[in-house]
């Protein structure tokens, strides 16, 4: 099946500094890409959607001067914590959207491990 | 506000006996539904959705889901569970009306097949 990567696979970093998170489709195109975030106790939430050459559009609830997403090519969409703080560790995946003849599924990354101490 | 449900913290079967995994949501209007699941140490895998159409759903590893309008439900089923389907199990849900809406998920359900 397509595959999608995600780096770095973790960081830790320094409260009030920024991240950025990459989520790349390896083997196909991607016209939409997702954000979730997992947080301890493995509820999941999606944060964004993001489509090629436009605006994210956000999850209600998700700052998005905070968690700025730019897909900016068909295979590449990057997630930025922006002045992160301790609430914001958590587990980050992406996934890349495929839509062809008869299917429409998504694809998902390994996830990135966010630590902000 | 729309709502999911997952009422099992964690569902165990038998190797080779079907499995059901419970879904119940709540939305204003048209749900459009997913199911998800985790597997350990494997990531996050789409496994089907239901927008329109067909009440029953066909989706990968030989699951399916039944979305029941006038219960609310999407239960995950399979006939015959493997050891490999051991994992965490998402529903979520999106309400079709009115534009675009949140997606939210279940807490998740834990199914453990024993051999």
């Known amino acids: 099946g397509a595959v999608v990567s995600q780096h770095p696979s973790r960081v830790i970093c320094k409260s009030g500094t920024s991240v950025k998170i990459e989520c790349r489709s390896l083997?196909?195109?991607?016209?939409?890409m997702f954000w979730y975030r997992q947080f301890p106790k493995k509820s999941l939430m999606l944060m964004a959607t993001?489509?090629?050459?436009?605006?994210?559009?956000?999850e209600q609830g998700v700052e998005k001067d905070k968690f700025l997403i730019n897909h900016a090519s068909l295979t590449l969409s990057t997630l930025t914590v922006t002045s992160a703080h301790p609430e914001d560790s958590s587990f980050y995946i992406c996934s890349a959207r495929v839509k062809a003849l008869g299917t429409d599924t998504q694809y998902f990354g390994p996830g990135t491990r966010l630590t902000v101490l | 506000a729309q709502s999911v449900a997952q009422p099992e913290d964690q569902v165990n079967v038998a190797e080779g006996n079907p499995l059901t995994v419970k879904c119940t949501y709540s939305v204003s209007g048209n749900p459009y539904l997913f199911w998800y699941v985790q597997y350990p140490n494997r990531g996050l895998q789409f496994l089907l959705k239901y927008i329109t159409g067909d009440n029953l759903v066909k989706g990968s590893y030989g699951f399916e889901a039944e979305f029941n309008k006038s219960q609310t439900s999407f239960h995950l089923k399979k006939p015959s569970a493997l050891v490999s389907d051991s994992a965490l199990y998402f529903c979520a849900v999106r309400d079709g009306y009115g534009g675009y809406q949140k997606v939210t998920f279940g807490i998740g359900t834990k199914l453990q097949v024993i051999p």
């Open positions: 083997d196909f195109q991607a016209t939409t």
């Open positions: 993001s489509n090629e050459g436009s605006k994210a559009t956000y």
